[in-house]
C-alpha cells in the first residue's frame, strides 16, 4: 500500500513538473514564399538579431521539404499545421474546381459567413465578401484544434495579410483570425465573432496602413513612391510592399500584449504569415533587388518581434517555429539568358487543341467542364451518355498532351487511385490528389517552365525543389543549438510541437515527430 501511494506521488510529481516544462506561448512563423537559399543569400545583409538570431540560438533543418505537388499558400499553410498532405487535409489548391456542384470554390470560402470590420471606415458595402470565410474545407485537424481540444483554455490565434493564411493555421476552433481587406483595414469573419474586439477598434484608428505607405520605398537602384502608388492603386498596395510585413508585425505585438498571450497557467498558440515576400516575389521574381530589400527589411520585423517575445513572456517561455508555404522557381526570360532550359507553357492552345481532339476521338460535346492548377476535369456525365470508358478518355487525354512542349509528365486519376506510389515525382504528385476534388488527367511541367507570363515576374506549384525546399528552424524553449542536413519533411512539423505539448497528434497526421528535437 505504502508503495503504491510512493508510486502515485511520484508519478503525480513527474506529471506536474511535465507539465509545468511546456512552453506558455506557441509561436508558428510563416515566411510566404521563402526558398532556402535566401538564407545564405542574404545572409551578410541580416542583422544579428533576426533570422541570424533564431539560426544562431536555435536548431536549423537545412534538408525541409514539402513532398507532395502542388507548392501553393493554401495546401502550403494547412499542411504545416495538419502535419499532413494535400491528399488527407483536402486543400488541393489556392482554389479548385468542385465537379459536385459544377463550380470553382476557394480554400476558405464560406457564403454562410459574414464580414466582421470596422464598419464605421467604410464608405460604401461593408459586407464584402473579403470576411465570408472559414475553415470549413480543410477535412482534418490542426496544432491548435488539438490543443484546445486538451484545454479549451488556451487560446488560438491566427493573422496574415491573406485571408487563408490567417484561417487555415488558426484551425477549426480558432479564438480568432485577422486578415487585410481591400481596403487595407483589418477584418475578420462571423465564423469567429460576431464583432472586432475593443482593443482592435482602437488600434485601427491609430494605426492606418496611410501611415505605413508614406515616401519612397527604396533600395540601392530603385525607387518607388509610396503616394503615387496608393493613389493609383488604394491602400491594398501595401501588400506588395516589404511594410505590409511591418503592417503584420506590428499587429502581432498588439495582440501578444491585448490578448495576454503566454501570461495565463495554460500554452496558447499565435500563428503569424509574413505575405508580402510572395507578393514581391511573384511581381518581380527570387533575384530582383526589390525581393532583396523585402528580406532585409522582414529580418528587422522579425527581430523586433522576437524582442517583444523575450520582453513580454521570456524566451524560456516561448517555443518557435520558422519555416515557409512553398518556394518559387526563377523568372523563365532570366534562365533562358543563361541557357538554361525554361519556357512558358500555353494552357490556353493546350485546351482548345484537346477539345478539338476529344470531339475528332469522340464526337460532339464539351468533353472538358474545367482546367485549373494544371488538372483537367472530364465531362463524366457526357462520358457516360456516349458508353465510353472513363480510363480510355483519361488515357487518350493523357497521350495527346504528353506531345506538348513543356509538359514533362501526365498523370491520370485512375492510375492515382488505382496504384500506390512510394518514390518519385508519382509519389508526390499522389500525396497532392484528392479523389473527391482533384482533376482526371494532372500535368507536370518540365523544370523552369510555368504557365504564368509575365517581363519580370514568376510563380510556383510544382515538384521541384526550388518550390518544395524551404527553411524550418526551431527556437526557444528546451531547443537546443545545432543543425541538421537529415531529411526532415513539413509534416513532421505538427507532431513534432505536438509531442512537446503533450497532445494528440492531428487527426490526419501522416508526419513524424522530429526526434532530435523532442528527445
Known amino acids: 500500500m505504502k508503495k503504491a501511494v510512493i508510486t502515485t506521488l511520484l508519478l503525480a510529481l513527474g506529471f506536474n513538473s511535465y507539465s509545468q516544462d511546456k512552453p506558455k506561448l506557441v509561436v508558428g512563423i510563416v515566411v510566404d514564399q521563402m526558398r532556402y537559399d535566401y538564407i545564405y543569400r542574404f545572409w551578410e545583409d541580416f542583422s544579428d538579431d533576426g533570422f541570424k538570431k533564431l539560426i544562431n540560438e536555435g536548431?536549423?533543418?537545412?534538408?525541409t521539404n514539402f513532398g507532395y505537388m502542388p507548392t501553393y499558400t493554401g495546401p502550403g499553410h494547412a499542411s504545416i499545421f495538419t502535419g499532413t498532405t494535400p491528399a488527407i487535409h483536402g486543400i488541393i489548391g489556392n482554389s479548385w474546381y468542385d465537379k459536385y456542384t459544377q463550380t470553382s470554390v476557394y480554400c476558405a470560402g464560406d457564403g454562410d459567413m459574414q464580414t466582421v470590420c470596422n464598419c464605421?471606415?467604410?464608405k460604401t458595402d461593408v459586407l464584402s465578401n473579403d470576411g465570408q470565410m472559414s475553415p470549413h474545407r480543410m477535412l482534418t485537424t490542426t496544432i491548435g484544434d488539438e490543443l484546445q481540444l486538451f484545454n479549451t483554455e488556451s487560446k488560438v490565434i491566427g493573422i496574415s495579410l491573406k485571408d487563408r493564411g490567417a484561417i487555415l493555421p488558426a484551425g477549426h476552433m480558432g479564438d480568432a483570425a485577422y486578415w487585410m481587406d481591400a481596403n487595407g483595414e483589418w477584418i475578420s469573419s462571423s465564423y469567429y465573432m460576431e464583432s472586432l474586439p475593443e482593443w482592435m477598434l482602437h488600434y485601427q484608428k491609430i494605426n492606418t496602413v496611410s501611415d505605413y505607405l508614406k515616401g519612397k520605398w527604396k533600395g540601392k537602384n530603385f525607387s518607388y513612391d509610396l503616394d503615387s502608388l496608393t493613389a493609383k492603386h488604394g491602400p491594398n498596395i501595401i501588400k506588395s510592399?516589404?511594410?505590409?510585413n511591418t503592417v503584420l508585425k506590428d499587429l502581432a505585438k498588439e495582440i501578444i500584449i491585448q490578448e495576454k498571450l503566454g501570461q495565463g497557467t495554460n500554452t496558447d498558440f499565435f500563428s503569424i504569415s509574413f505575405s508580402s515576400s510572395d507578393y514581391?516575389?511573384?511581381?518581380y521574381g527570387p533575384h530582383a533587388e526589390e525581393l532583396i530589400d523585402t528580406y532585409i527589411r522582414l529580418d528587422n520585423d522579425i527581430a523586433d518581434l522576437l524582442k517583444t517575445l523575450e520582453k513580454n513572456i521570456g524566451v524560456e517561455n516561448v517555443l518557435l517555429f520558422l519555416t515557409a508555404d512553398h518556394g518559387v522557381v526563377s523568372v523563365p526570360n532570366e534562365l533562358k539568358k543563361y541557357k538554361i532550359p525554361a519556357g512558358y507553357f500555353d494552357v490556353s492552345e493546350a485546351l482548345s487543341a484537346l477539345k478539338?481532339?476529344?470531339?475528332?476521338q469522340f464526337g460532339e460535346g464539351k468533353w472538358i467542364q474545367k482546367y485549373s492548377n494544371q488538372q483537367f476535369y472530364l465531362n463524366n456525365s457526357l462520358i457516360q451518355e456516349k458508353n465510353l470508358r472513363k480510363e480510355d478518355?483519361?488515357?487518350?487525354?493523357?497521350?495527346?498532351?504528353i506531345s506538348f512542349e513543356g509538359i514533362k509528365n501526365t498523370f491520370t486519376s485512375s492510375q492515382l487511385h488505382n496504384n500506390e506510389y512510394k518514390y518519385g515525382i508519382h509519389a508526390l504528385v499522389q500525396k497532392g490528389f484528392s479523389q473527391k476534388r482533384s482533376g482526371d488527367i494532372i500535368i507536370n511541367l518540365e523544370s523552369g517552365w510555368i504557365e504564368w507570363k509575365s517581363p519580370r515576374g514568376t510563380t510556383h506549384g510544382s515538384c521541384y525543389s526550388y518550390d518544395t525546399h524551404v527553411p524550418l528552424i526551431f527556437w526557444g524553449k528546451n531547443i537546443k543549438q545545432g543543425v541538421s542536413d537529415e531529411a526532415v519533411f513539413i509534416r513532421d512539423i505538427?507532431?513534432?510541437v505536438c509531442t512537446l505539448l503533450g497532445i494528440s497528434f492531428p487527426n490526419g497526421c501522416t508526419g513524424s515527430p522530429i526526434q532530435i528535437i523532442t528527445e
Open 120 to 122: 464605421d471606415n467604410h
Open 241 to 244: 510592399t516589404p511594410f505590409g
Open 280 to 283: 514581391v516575389g511573384h511581381q
Open 494 to 496: 505538427a507532431p513534432t
Open 356 to 360: 478539338e481532339y476529344l470531339t475528332k
Open 393 to 401: 478518355v483519361e488515357i487518350v487525354c493523357s497521350n495527346f498532351l
Open 59 to 63: 536548431y536549423f533543418f537545412r534538408n
